[in-house]
């Protein structure tokens, strides 16, 4: 469904060429590339892998280049995901780093402490649209108080339901706050047929997950083992306890989610994200958005609260060409260009301006849900060393759920280790 109703990629390269005669040469005070001595190219690496993505890509690039007369071209550098964090590390270590990169969010706060990327906070303030983005994905740029880039697309997670069961157990609406979703998992489980359905895995998939609940509950990484984090894992682990959740979430992925159980309707809600819509149309084509499921925004405890996921853009601070560098991310973030991004990638909007003036989510009933959630999405930290933090928050998890230590127990040991982290020098 997230792929349906794209424009075209002409329509796309026509939309984005009539902005042009906007978007001439513009100043900076990274003054440190001459493009009248001749032509410049820039290389950016990324990870967007689905060929959809990387022609949107070089249309922007191409479309850049335009507005430069020719003289500013853009080499886009595929490299995976899994490959990329080491890429950079080993790029900076031997000096062969490009001018531009794709950054995972909750990356951006290790890479900024590294020194790898460019503070542009003169440049994002005297810009003058950092209110024009959601709160979380412009903290996720964010270190010290700093900017080191901007959000480039973003995604959170909401409650995916299946309408018929709903209809079958006498529900009319979905869950609001975490007493009804027990409730509505209890009603909905018969038999093998569970309830609710979340990413419990050994991986940063099971502490996307998770954070929400915490946040919730008032807590957060740093102080897990308070009050609002112990409410927030045991109520996860009285879900699984009580067999509204199967234990197999322990070792399922959010991708597998879908397949296993959602789109097999093997449960009634899940906890997601819209990159896996994709996948449900893949595995039960006859399975329809607004028909035979539905989503709704995460069921709230204390407070209202999504985690953010979604990729920014940064410029490196050894490039030749920052100052280029910097018009490139500002072109790419016209709210425009921005706007056949997110739609032709298939991502949610960063800039909350589009959000609210775009038909496309404002009247769409799954992308309008999605996109108000972007509200209370938060960044994972930001924190330079989420990786070991995260790690500490999948032991407890992991934990909690098998019945290996208590919920107090799990997040005790989980706060002494991300405490020695984050007090590392």
């Known amino acids: 469904m997230f792929k349906k109703g794209f ?8 939309s984005v060429s009539v ?3 906007g978007c001439g040469n513009t100043s900076s005070k990274k003054t440190n590339s001459n493009v009248q ?7 950016m690496w990324h990870y967007f892998a689905q060929s959809n993505q990387q022609k949107a890509l070089k249309e922007i690039g191409d479309a850049f280049s335009k507005s430069k007369d020719g003289k500013v071209t853009i080499k886009f550098q595929y490299i995976p995901f899994a490959q990329l964090k080491q890429q950079i590390t080993i790029g900076a270590t031997g000096g062969n780093l490009p001018d531009l990169v794709q950054i995972d969010s909750p990356d951006h706060a290790s890479f900024a402490s590294m020194g790898i990327l460019e503070d542009l906070t003169p440049e ?14 412009i ?7 700093k900017y080191y880039g901007l959000p480039l697309d973003s995604n959170c997670l909401v409650l995916f339901y299946n309408v018929k069961m709903f209809k079958n157990a006498g529900l009319s609406k979905p869950p609001a706050t975490w007493s009804e979703l027990e409730d509505y998992a209890k009603k909905l489980t018969k038999g093998d047929i569970k309830g609710l359905a979340f990413s419990a895995i050994k991986s940063e998939e099971s502490t996307f997950q998770f954070l929400p609940f915490v946040w919730q509950a008032g807590a957060d990484y740093n102080n897990l083992d308070s009050k609002g984090g112990i409410e927030a894992l045991s109520f ?4 699984v306890k009580n067999g509204y959740v199967s234990k197999d979430v322990l070792n399922q992925t959010q991708g597998d989610i879908v397949t296993a159980q959602f789109a097999s309707e093997k449960v009634a809600m899940m906890i997601n994200g819209p990159y896996e819509i994709p996948t449900i149309e893949q595995a039960a084509p006859d399975f329809k958005a607004n028909e035979d499921w539905k989503v709704a925004p995460l069921p709230t405890y204390k407070t209202a609260a999504s985690a953010l996921g979604g990729e920014n853009i940064a410029v490196i601070k050894s490039s030749k060409h920052k100052d280029l560098a910097w018009e490139f991310i500002k072109f790419f973030e016209q709210p425009q260009i921005a706007e056949k991004w997110y739609k032709e990638a298939g991502y949610l909007p960063s800039r909350k301006d589009v959000a609210e003036t775009s038909s496309y989510w404002k009247d769409d009933p799954i992308l309008s849900v999605l996109s108000e959630e972007m509200n209370v999405a938060r ?13 500490a928050i999948q032991e407890a998890i992991q934990e909690a759920l098998t019945g290996t230590a208590s919920p107090e127990q799990a997040l005790k040991n989980a706060s002494e280790q991300i405490n020695k982290v984050i007090n590392k020098k």
Request: with cysteine; aromatic share 12%; glycine share 8%.
């Open 7 to 14: 424009l075209c990629i002409l329509t796309f390269i026509f």
């Open 19 to 21: 902005l042009l005669t």
């Open 37 to 43: 001595q001749g032509k410049v190219e820039l290389t």
């Open 124 to 137: 994002i303030e005297q810009w003058g649209q950092v209110k024009k983005f959601f709160d979380g994905p």
């Open 139 to 145: 903290h996720s740029v964010m270190l010290d108080g």
């Open 236 to 239: 996860w682990t009285d879900l």
């Open 379 to 391: 960044p994972r930290g930001p924190e330079p060393r989420w990786p070991e933090i995260s790690t």
